[in-house]
């Protein structure tokens, strides 16, 4: 199915956002100063982007009516989470263009269909194995240690799990899932891609990503210590994708390095992303202004560094009030923007915000970062 195009005369575009979370607020603050009108529709009535938008839905994103519904008078519809309803963008994309497509979502809201459209394609990923449950686990031992993912539904490393031998498959999960082999990690970096209707493309630098022994992220920072051959194929892998997908928006890539140097794609992600967060301070454009740029068919904008950078989430420390501590000691540190979200209530180990600090030198921005640790949400 072809998508409808984007007027060059839109003027005035109201364009919806499946999702009203931290990166759907930062696509409406980027927005306003275009005079561009985004409606959010979010089941949370207290979602980020819901206070700050032009206008505010709340909606189950799953459901098919609700989704049609939304996109009544839009004129472009994209998503900042792909849990979205699929079938209805799919209806949806023969009357106004909806970036990503449905096809690409549906490829990316399945890990499976992810592995096997990276095989198909030549594009370097982990050896996998597709199972319908965990009573299909391979029982020879040279298959393990592994790593073991629901195919839908997990995010943020939960749904995600090591097997280490034939007798800890009943750990396993009662759902479909991928069985990869057990990478040996050297480092973990995202290159985020951009491309537009007219085939006009665009990368930033990679960012290097550091996870906690839960895969949960830990801090992150630009540009990743790796080599200039990893930098460039790491680039252009990346823009093959966007190029295969026929991508109209931005495109996230993470990637392994592995201890010998080798590139795997380990999932993407047709939407601004976390790993993109601190290019609203440390790069020429932020992804979201070049996420809004893809959408309205503009040309790139240049996504060179202007200073090293470095991101550390804000957590939630505990149920309750949404107090921020520590708010004094985190602003006196030179180079740091801080980003609270503006979730009504505080959880255990809840993304509340971020912190982005931009230093020279190396060292002195994992100083910083380290120093920004004490910055927390949380009941007094
Ligand atoms: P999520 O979508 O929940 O973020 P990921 O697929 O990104 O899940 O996996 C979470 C983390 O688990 C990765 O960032 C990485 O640290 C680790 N991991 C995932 N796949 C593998 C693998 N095949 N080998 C080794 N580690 C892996």
Redo the contacts with the bound molecule.
Sequence with gaps: MTNARIKPDAGNPLIGVLGGGQLGRFLVNTAREWDIRLSILDPDPEAPAGRVAHRFQVGNLLDYETVIEFARDLDILTVEIENVNADALEAIEARIPVRPSSQILRMVQDKGLQKEFYRKNGIPT?EFLLIAGKLELPESPERYPA?L?LRRG???????TRINSPAECPNGFDMPSVL????P?EK?ISVIVSRNSKGQTAAYPSVEMV?NSD?VLDYQVAPADVSVEVEAESKRIALDLAEILKLEGILAV?MFITKSGKILV??IAPRPHNSGHSTIEGNRTSQYEQHLRMLLGYPPGPTDLIQPHGLLNVLGSGAGEPVVHGMPEALAIPGVHVHLYGKAMSKQGRKMGHVTVLADDRAILLDRLNQLRTLRVGPV
């Design positions: 982990s790593i993912k997990g995010y943020d490393g939960r749904g995600v990869e082999e057990l990478v990690i973990e996870f895969h993470e380990n999932e």
